[in-house]
C-alpha cells in the first residue's frame, strides 16, 4: 500500500540556518503531495501541496519539489525563524481513484518536530 | 468564521466506557473525516463523510462510530472505551477532495484521550 518516509526527528537548528526535511513516498499510480505544519496546541494546517510530477509548492519561504523519479518530496526553507517551531508532516494522497475508499485517502509520515532556537 | 472546532480538548475514560467527541465546522464543507495521531504512525484515517447522511469507513474503523444528521457536525462515538484508544483525534473538512487545486483540508485543534 501507500505510505511516507520522512526524516526522524527532532530536528534543532539555529535561527536562519538552511532547513531540509526529508520526505519520500511510495505509492501506485500519481499520487499528490503536501506538507502540513502542526504549531504547538494547533490542528494541522495545509502548508504547502504538488498535484503532479516537477510541480513546486510554496509558501511562506517554504518551497517542495515532486520528484517522481526519486519518489521525493523534500521540504526546504532558505532561512528559519523562531516562528517555524513546529512540527511537519509529509501526506500523499491517491485521489481517491485506487484506494477502497469512496473519498481520497490522505497517508501520513509520522512528522518531524522542528525547533528554532535564537 | 470558527473554522473547525472539537470538544472536549482533553478527556480520560475507564476501560468500557462510552463517550463522544463532537467536532463542528462552519465552512459548508461537504467532507468531513475523523483521524487519530500516535506516536510514531502519523496520522490515520478512522471514519470520512462525503455529505449529510453518507458515511463510511476509513483505515481504523473497528470501535467507533459516526453519523452526519447535518453538514455541519461529524460526531465520533467511542462505543465501548479500550486503552488502546489512548490517542489524539482530530477532525479535518474540506470543501472537496484535498487534492483539487484550489482546495485545502481544514484541521480541528484536536482531542487528547487517555483511556485507563
Known amino acids: 500500500g501507500d505510505s511516507v518516509t520522512q526524516m526522524e526527528g527532532p530536528v534543532t537548528l539555529s535561527e536562519e540556518a538552511f532547513l531540509t526535511i526529508n520526505c519520500t513516498y511510495t505509492?501506485?499510480?500519481?499520487?499528490?503531495l503536501f506538507w502540513y505544519v502542526q504549531y504547538p496546541g494547533e490542528g494541522l494546517q495545509l502548508l504547502l501541496k504538488?498535484?503532479?510530477?516537477?510541480d513546486k509548492g510554496s509558501n511562506k519561504g517554504f518551497e517542495a519539489t515532486y520528484r517522481k523519479e526519486t519518489t521525493s518530496f523534500h521540504l526546504e526553507k532558505g532561512s528559519v525563524q523562531v516562528s517555524d517551531s513546529a512540527v511537519y508532516f509529509c501526506a500523499l494522497s491517491d485521489g481517491g481513484r485506487i484506494s477502497n475508499f469512496g473519498n481520497e485517502k490522505l497517508t501520513f509520515g509520522t512528522g518531524t518536530r522542528l525547533t528554532i532556537i535564537p | 468564521n470558527a473554522g473547525v472546532t472539537q470538544t472536549p480538548k482533553f478527556q480520560v475514560l475507564k476501560t468500557g466506557q462510552s463517550m463522544t467527541l463532537q467536532c463542528a465546522q462552519d465552512?459548508?464543507?461537504?467532507?468531513m473525516s475523523w483521524y487519530r495521531q500516535d506516536p510514531g504512525m502519523g496520522l490515520r484515517l478512522i471514519h470520512y463523510s462525503v455529505g449529510a447522511g453518507i458515511t463510511d469507513q476509513g483505515e481504523v474503523p473497528n470501535g467507533y462510530n459516526v453519523s452526519r444528521s447535518t453538514t455541519e457536525d461529524f460526531p465520533l462515538r467511542l462505543l465501548s472505551a479500550a486503552p488502546s484508544q489512548t490517542s489524539v483525534y482530530f477532525c479535518?473538512?474540506?470543501?472537496?477532495?484535498?487534492?483539487?487545486?484550489?482546495?485545502?483540508?481544514?484541521f480541528g485543534p484536536g482531542t487528547r484521550l487517555t483511556v485507563l
Open positions: 465552512m459548508n464543507h461537504e467532507y
Open positions: 504538488a498535484t503532479k510530477a516537477d
Open positions: 479535518a473538512s474540506s470543501y472537496s477532495k484535498p487534492s483539487d487545486s484550489d482546495n485545502e483540508q481544514f
Open positions: 505509492a501506485t499510480g500519481y499520487p499528490s
